[in-house]
């Protein structure tokens, strides 16, 4: 779940909060006929922004936090992190391309648990034609700097409106492309899907 909620300050600066709550459920990862299922570690994504809906090129920047939030300790860090963050969006014609990228490090947490010195980009491109529908490409690269290990996987999908009640809906759905990887942890393929409620003014 990736709620993203903004709050306008005034008519020149608006903060973004964005979370990811990834609600997980595993097999045969942590070993032979082994399963994790449950909540993992949360991500907070603070941004401050210009406030222009007509700026063609807009930005923002903040901070990154992720909670040890995890019910199982298979499936999280058990480790405070924080970091910067920024991102950039263009729109043109229909066209939005954009992206997404923040450095974070463990300040806090279990001892025995590996500390975190991680990046993470996220490019994206964007095409919606007059009808809302639309086609994306997501990519997101991950590098771990203590381990020297990175991960980039590439997600294109197509995007439809819809209407329920009274409120929009946009459904999406498509492949995922594992196509960095560190040996014996790629992935052959896999598939992406998603719910996005709308604003009720878009």
């Known amino acids: 779940m990736q709620p993203t909620i903004p709050f306008n300050f005034n008519d020149n600066l608006s903060l973004i909060l964005r979370l990811t709550v990834p609600l997980l459920a595993q097999y045969n990862i942590t070993g032979s006929a082994e399963k994790e299922i449950g909540l993992s570690d949360i991500v907070s994504t603070f941004l401050l922004r210009p406030t222009?809906?007509?700026?063609?090129?807009?930005?923002?920047?903040?901070?990154?936090?992720?909670?040890?939030?995890?019910?199982?300790?298979?499936?999280?860090?058990?480790?405070?992190?924080?970091?910067?963050?920024?991102?950039?969006?263009?729109r043109t014609n229909g066209l939005?391309?954009?992206?997404?990228?923040?450095?974070?490090?463990?300040?806090?947490?279990?001892?025995?648990?590996?500390?975190i010195n991680r990046f993470f980009l996220f490019p994206f491109l964007i095409y919606n034609w007059k009808t809302g529908s639309g086609f994306r490409v997501n990519m997101e690269y991950t590098r771990n700097w203590d381990s020297k290990n990175s991960f980039f996987w590439v997600t294109p999908f197509l995007t439809a409106l819809t209407i329920i009640g009274k409120r929009k809906l946009q459904i999406g759905i498509g492949p995922r492309f594992n196509l960095v990887a560190p040996n014996g942890s790629r992935a052959n393929w896999g598939i992406r899907s998603s719910i996005t409620l709308l604003p009720k003014n878009r």
């Open 96 to 115: 939005t391309i954009g992206a997404l990228a923040y450095q974070i490090w463990s300040v806090a947490g279990e001892r025995s648990r590996a500390d």
């Open 52 to 90: 222009s809906d007509k700026a063609k090129l807009q930005w923002a920047v903040g901070s990154v936090m992720i909670f040890p939030s995890g019910t199982d300790p298979k499936i999280s860090s058990e480790k405070f992190s924080i970091g910067p963050t920024a991102a950039i969006i263009k």
